[in-house]
């Protein structure tokens, strides 16, 4: 089984400013990372995600993920967020072999970009 | 091309009724999932269906069910709607290996009153 923390439920930042969404997981088996992010009264929306290779990820909408194997964490990062960004973000896992390929979500980030 | 169509968008159902949602995939997607958010809960995974068959399913009482079409379009059944049955019901599609990775339908929103 899988488990994913996302240490912070909310996240306030000023427009253009840096921004990072902490995600850990815990798995028995290897898995694949996903961050999904969602607006209001919408589904989710794939940001990126991360299957094999380089660690580091780069997404849609400037965003980008790195892969830590040793500390079992999948950070987002942007170097400079818009108003647009104020959404609802989610880390998910998925364990890598076929028929197993539930997502375990984490409870979610609030990002508030302020002007 | 299209992405997924869930309909309805939004539901208003009755305590004991019974409800059934509907998700289109991706074209060419073969894999569908099913997914409930609640605020309380957040986002359950439900059940995973590929070439029509349930290949997964989450920690869901038996009032919960599924089943997929040869076209790959899914279903998803409430029976004995509770109170707490009251949330958004997301269906996701996958496509190949190679390319793994979830696409999510805008969600319906079914009200239990």
Known sequence: AQSVTQLDSQVPVFEEAPVELRCNY?????????????????????????????TLVKGINGFEAE???????????KPSVHISDTAEYFCAVSATG?????????????????? | KAGVTQTP?????????????????ISGHRS??????TPGQGLQFLFEYFS????NKGNFPGRFSGRQFSNSRSEM????????????YLCASSGT??????????GTRLTVV
């Open chain 2, 77 to 88: 059944n409430v029976s004995t709607l509770e109170l707490g049955d009251s949330a958004l």
């Open chain 1, 26 to 54: 815990s798995s028995s088996v290897s898995v694949y990372l996903f961050w999904y992010v969602q607006y209001p009264n919408q589904g989710l929306q794939l940001l990126l995600k991360y299957l094999s290779g380089s």
């Open chain 1, 67 to 77: 892969f830590n194997k040793s500390q079992t964490s999948f950070h987002l990062r």
């Open chain 2, 97 to 106: 290996e190679k390319n793994y990775g979830y696409t999510f339908g805008s």
């Open chain 1, 98 to 115: 076929t028929g197993r390929r539930a997502l375990t979500f984490g409870s979610g980030t609030r990002l508030q970009v302020q002007p």
């Open chain 2, 52 to 55: 029509e068959t349930q290949r």
């Open chain 2, 9 to 25: 968008r939004y539901l208003i159902k009755t305590r004991g009724q019974q409800v059934t949602l509907s998700c289109s995939p």
């Open chain 2, 32 to 37: 569908v999932s099913w997914y409930q958010q």
